[in-house]
């Protein structure tokens, strides 16, 4: 009786011990690591207490909660079909920015690929510090999961994007480098697709050189399913410039918002923003595009196509002979500040720096609201708007020194 | 060797020095708060020794920094050297995007080098009773000067030299006291120079023979010779104490003397009884009651 007690108790305590029972377990990955380790401790090993080998393995065993730090070296890619919750989220972590994947998962063509599977959504998938490059399709692929998250990660010389995904909403896509994809295809530096992808967050992403593509296109696709429409995207505080056609490319979205972004020196395409439809329907409608600078001398700095409607363009620098160009009827714009060529506005045009100057024109040039749509409350850098006597135009509010409080009085000392 | 180069050392820096050491004081400030709409989030003292020249930043500086929207700022700084003279001032500051921008100086006010003080009567380790004139001497910087019994104020603001006490001691308890002053610079600044503390008796009793202090008659009486002792009291002095000789020996026991127990012109008060059992009681300017 006694020794049956004992044992119930043991083989309970060993359930408990399993990984992903219970509190959330962290695994590591290292290229001195084995697939017979443990996983659960960093450092170098065969067997035992060890961290394993492969990612892919890695994406094999994790569960909800898990996190999974991976050392600096080379990697395959993984594909990952399990998910976590809001939560408890699957994150897999580069741990000191030096882990690069060179060759692509074993069942697709893309280096990390979050795949839903029918009846299983990949949601609150965390991707954060990897440098992917040179895939034969994506760098980085996400398709059909809630919550997916990929951050500070760098993404290039891929055959197709750099970073895509379709059919995810919710996903925020932050701080990430990526460029010159694209290189067989016209694909963009990022691609978020499809219409279940409402809610999008695109922010503090530095997008250039794109080989064909976009630099970044957001696309509702009726042609894939569903309302066709990309609902409540947040595109803000993005660098995007050099890429080969438009700056943001965006189809079939409403209800956004596009701030704060500098854009520069992209096409010769449609525009440095362009906001237009899918195949004649569904035209991107009620976006509000604010504080954005655009230097864009080959192309619209913003362009919106005829049947695109309820837009509304306020607090934007425009530079370029096109300017800011609407195709159509519907739309609403107010103190956006256009020049030919952005003489006495910035810091340093030439080398890029679209701080404005001290007298430039484009200081308080802005509206606090517009349409009872506020202008952002913070700059590309976060510092308060205002700081002069009005809002700034563009995506940088001019730092005025502001006025020291006034000098205490009626010191005592005693 | 060392020891010989150690003292003289020390005996050099006192004479270059030219003052006693002195102990730390503390200064307290407070300032009128400051309104602004961007909110004030804080303020800084800047404090600098021997400089009342901003902004204090020199050798010898130091900034407070004091966060938060305080409805009655104020603050206290302790360990500050009385050889020294400090400049306060205080500025404001607003905090915009995790900077702070400060206010220029608010009115500077300097604490000069404090005064010195010392008590020079009476000597250190002295016994005392009756009336005692207890006196300090006092830098020439000095306006008043505030003397302390157990470090309670016997008399505050003595504004003219000699600083000088009459300090009765006829209803204290016999024992050890502890005289200090302090010397001021201002009439309306309470920070002052502190004196060394000396250590007096309170005593009640004198043996005219053998000149040995007794902190009570009594152990006068009983430590006195059967050959005829006198036992001096001082004058107006109360002996509260119920007073029992019972020995076989001649003692007189006067009153009424004054500080130096030189002449006896005044009188003890006895509030207690006096028990005469044995011997001879000789009592001279005593009033029993």
Request: with cysteine.
């Amino acid at each position: 009786m006694k020794k049956q007690f004992l044992k119930a108790i043991f083989i309970l305590a060993a359930f408990l011990l399993l990984p992903g029972f219970g509190d959330a377990a962290t695994y590591y990955v290292r290229t001195d690591g084995n697939n017979n380790c443990t996983g659960l401790v960093d450092q170098a090993g065969t067997s035992g207490n060890c961290a394993w080998r492969t990612l892919q393995y890695a994406a094999d065993t994790v569960q909800a909660g898990d996190r999974v730090m991976v050392g600096n070296g080379t990697y395959q890619g993984f594909m990952i079909q399990s998910h976590g919750t809001a939560g408890l989220p699957i994150v897999f972590k580069a741990q000191s920015g030096a882990a690069n994947i060179t060759t692509p998962n074993a069942n697709t063509d893309d280096g990390i690929n979050i795949e839903s599977w029918e009846g299983s959504p990949s949601d609150f998938i965390t991707v954060d510090g990897f440098n992917v490059y040179s895939q034969p399709r994506m760098g980085i692929r996400a398709i059909g999961g809630n919550g997916i998250v990929i951050k500070n990660c760098t993404s290039h010389h891929n055959s197709s994007n750099g970073i895509f995904s379709g059919d995810t909403p919710n996903i925020q896509v932050l701080n990430n480098i990526t460029y010159a994809n694209g290189s067989s295809s016209y694909e963009h530096n990022i691609y978020i697709s499809n219409a279940l992808s409402d809610g999008s967050v695109v922010r503090g992403n530095l997008i250039y050189d794109s080989n064909a593509g976009n630099g970044l296109q957001l696309n509702g696709d009726w042609e894939m399913g569903g309302d066709g429409f990309i609902d409540n995207a947040l595109i803000e505080n993005n660098v995007v410039y050099g890429n080969s056609k438009k700056g943001l490319s965006l189809i079939s979205i409403r209800f956004g918002r596009i701030q704060n972004n500098i854009i520069y020196n992209n096409g010769p395409a449609a525009g440095g923003i362009h906001l237009v439809d899918q195949e004649g329907k569904n035209f991107s409608t009620g976006n509000v595009v604010v504080n954005n600078t655009i230097d864009e001398p080959n192309q619209a700095s913003i362009r919106i196509n005829d049947g695109s409607d309820n837009n509304y363009i306020f607090n934007n620098i425009s530079v370029g002979a096109t300017g800011i160009r609407f195709e159509g009827d519907g739309n609403f714009q107010s103190n956006n500040y256009s020049s030919d060529d952005g003489s006495g506005l910035f810091v340093n045009r030439t080398g890029r720096d679209y701080h404005l100057l001290q007298n430039s024109p484009a200081k308080s040039f802005g509206t606090a609201i517009y349409q009872e749509k506020p202008a952002p409350a913070v700059d590309l850098e976060g510092n308060i708007r205002p700081q002069g006597s009005g809002f700034d135009a563009g995506a940088y509010e001019f730092a005025e020194a502001p006025l020291p409080p006034a000098a205490p009085t009626g010191l005592s000392v005693w | 060797m060392n020891k010989t180069v150690l003292a003289m050392a020390f005996t050099l820096i006192l004479v270059l020095t030219g003052r006693e050491a002195c102990l730390a004081y503390t200064a307290h400030l407070a300032w009128n708060t400051v309104v602004d709409a961007r909110g004030i989030a804080g303020y800084k003292v800047h404090y600098q020794m021997d400089s009342a020249v901003p902004p204090f930043n020199g050798t010898g500086a130091t900034e407070i920094d004091l966060p938060g929207q305080d409805p009655t700022p104020n603050t206290v700084i302790s360990g500050l050297d009385p050889a020294h003279s400090y400049s306060f001032a205080v500025t404001s500051y607003i905090t915009v995007n995790n900077v702070k921008i400060e206010s220029a100086y608010s009115n500077i006010v300097t604490v000069p080098v404090l005064p010195t003080v010392s008590i020079t009567a009476p000597v250190a380790g002295s016994k005392v009773g009756g009336t005692v004139q207890v006196t300090a001497t006092a830098s020439l910087d000095t306006v008043a000067v505030d003397l302390f019994v157990n470090g309670n104020l016997q008399i505050p603001s003595l504004t003219a030299t000699p600083y000088t006490y009459a300090w009765d001691t006829s209803t204290l308890d016999h024992g050890p006291y502890s005289l200090s002053a302090k010397a001021y610079y201002s009439p309306t600044i309470s920070i002052a120079g502190e004196s060394a503390t000396i250590s007096v008796t309170v005593v009640k009793a004198k043996n005219l023979r053998t000149e040995i202090y007794y902190e009570t008659l009594q152990q006068a009486y009983d430590d006195a010779s059967d050959s005829g002792d006198t036992l001096m009291l001082w004058s107006s002095d109360r002996i509260v104490e119920n007073i029992v000789c019972g020995l076989a020996k001649s003692v007189a026991i006067k009153g009424g003397y004054d500080q130096e127990f030189t002449t006896n012109s005044g009188y003890t008060a006895f509030p207690g009884s006096f028990t005469i059992g044995r011997g001879m009681v000789v009592l001279d300017r005593v009033v029993i009651f």
